[in-house]
């Protein structure tokens, strides 16, 4: 953590940071934090703004804006996580096998790969939620289908490049075995590259779900993810600007730190000038 | 040492695909804790030959001839597989660029100890192998080696990099060393110094050690008995001592030519005149024999002699130059 502090540059990127940071425990503790039932509703305390009692105000059937936008952030946040873990893992070892076994296999792979990624993520996402019902989890299916050939190409391409490194011929002439190669020679060595890719995927996988979420294929209304509460508030943004603009801002701000912080590391990452 | 460590047979090697010959015929012996060299232009053959032999190439294969190490015979069938067994233990290298031989990401300490499970199963962690892995970092003079067991490589200059290079082969204590060009990255001074260290390492523990370098005079400093490459073809075993004081083999007559040294006037350092042949020469005449200035019309038309019998002392001359009398 300290270390990411010191590759901070500017104040956009302690900003950054820092913000980042506050999202994350959000996600952890939001739900212990907040002051309401963020589902409970209540129609004689709708559409109220902003004031000492409901801090963000109340949406159109009386739920607490803040405590949604509180208990929304372990939604938003987790699924985003899961999705990464996932297509991350996945794609890394279809890459680095790729990789290794080279020849027709590998040809093969990442034609497949091409040819997935052609498949328009939000096309897929709308046949998932025709098929499992429009629901979070169907969302999320959706994005790990679409998202993993992504990893697999370029833990494809960095693996083939430090297999030709010369540290590797000399593993082979200690002996080291393909594990002990994959696991201390492959993805120490990848580890900049793909931590990159993770950090700015972040962003760009939470607002895939979020707008998933608003069109309505992701999260269904009454859940306090941040994309459907845009949706749910839409209808109100006339008298009620307060249920848009919260979660629209927190979607806006998390997407953007986490995008400074993908670009940070890749200057401070960039393996053309590795240094420690 | 007259026990035959590793003995090459009319071992030829060639790319997998156009099965074009890179290497052919090659016979020599090297004896259990001898020091032998081999000498060679750029694209001779020489690493192509080594490499191979011990599995690591990927594009070529043994295409004949036997390979025997320590008494045993590689069979031709699943060789590269046999060959890589003998890595990590009995057979170790030393890569040619210390700069980027060296995993970034692994501590100097954590490399060393990876080498030493391989080789002898000791536990990686444990305190045993640790203490062995700060030993053999001192014994190829590193100062500090505690500390340095908990750097990076790239915290050390090429001298100390080439000199943990070795440590790590060193350690696993094998029968026999393979130094590949181990110091061409390296100043002429410094280069001296960790040949001399490296060798001087391999007699204490009676390790067979093979360098291979293009700088005949380097090799001629160091080692007893030397086999010549050129074009791919074996064109001589000569003893060191000989070299510049009897008749030898043309070729390394040629190369002994161009070194300036000590007592030779300007007109004895001759430089070799046209172009070197690349290695794939086959055996239908001499490779060198464009070039050599005793050539006759029997070097293009006769077939090479081979060394069969990997003996010592042998010349690949059609003109006979360089027998042992």
Known sequence: MSTLWTYARSNIERTALI?????????????????????????????????????????????????????????????????LVVVATFGCAVGIFSALVGGAVDNMLMRLADVWLGFPPLILALGFAAALGAS????????????????????????????????????????????????????????????????????AIMLAISGLSFIGVGAQIPLPEWGAMIADGRSYVANGWWIVLAPGLMIFLTAFSFNIIGDMLRREL??????R | ????????????????????????GVGLSVSVGEVFGVVG??????????????????????????????????????????????????????PQDPYSSLNPTMRVGEQITEALYLAKRMPMNGTATRQAAIDVL??????????????FPDQFSGGMRQRIVFAIALAQDPKLLIADEPTTALDAITQRRVIELMLDRCRTRGMAVILISHNLELLRQSVDRLAVLYGG????????????????????????????????????????RGEPAGAGFGLKGCA?????????????????????AAQNGFTACLLGRGAPQ
Request: aromatic content about 8%.
């Open chain 2, 233 to 272: 073809q074996l064109h001589n075993i000569a003893e060191t001592a000989a070299i510049g004081h009897h008749t030898i083999h043309p070729y390394t007559e040629a190369l002994f030519d161009c070194i300036p040294s000590k007592g030779k006037t300007l007109e004895d350092i001759r430089a070799i």
């Open chain 2, 1 to 24: 040492m007259t026990v035959p460590l590793l003995e090459l047979r009319d071992v030829t090697i060639a790319l997998r695909g156009s099965n074009r010959r890179m290497v052919t």
């Open chain 2, 41 to 94: 232009e750029s694209g001779s053959g020489k690493t192509l030959l080594t490499r191979t032999v011990f599995g690591l190439q990927d594009d070529t294969y043994l295409a004949g001839g036997t390979v025997s190490f320590a008494g045993r015979t590689l069979p031709l069938d699943g060789y590269m597989k046999a060959a890589r067994k003998l890595l990590g233990g009995e057979v170790g290298f030393v």
């Open chain 2, 288 to 308: 060198f024999a464009s070039r050599c200035r005793y050539a006759e019309p029997i070097c293009v038309e006769s077939d090479l002699p081979l060394n069969s």
């Open chain 1, 136 to 203: 979070l989890e169907a969302a999320i299916w959706a994005l790990i289908f679409s998202w993993w050939p992504n990893y697999a190409r370029l833990t494809r391409m960095v693996t083939v490049d430090i297999l030709s490194r010369k540290f590797i011929a000399s593993a082979d002439a200690l002996g080291v075995g393909t594990g002990a190669k994959i696991f201390r020679y492959i993805l120490p060595n990848a580890f900049d590259v793909l931590i990159v890719q993770v950090t700015l995927d972040i962003s």
């Open chain 2, 138 to 151: 001192g014994e190829v003079g590193i100062p500090e080696p505690e500390l340095a067991f908990r750097q």
């Open chain 1, 19 to 83: 913000v980042a940071a506050l999202v994350i425990l959000m996600a952890l503790f939001g739900g212990l934090l907040a002051p309401f039932d963020p589902l409970k509703i209540d129609f004689r305390s709708k559409i109220l703004p902003p004031s000492p009692e409901h801090w963000l105000g109340t949406d159109g059937s009386g739920r607490d804006v803040l405590s949604r936008l509180l208990v929304g952030a372990q939604m938003t946040l987790a699924s985003t996580a899961v999705v």
């Open chain 1, 270 to 275: 960039d393996p053309t000038s590795r240094r």
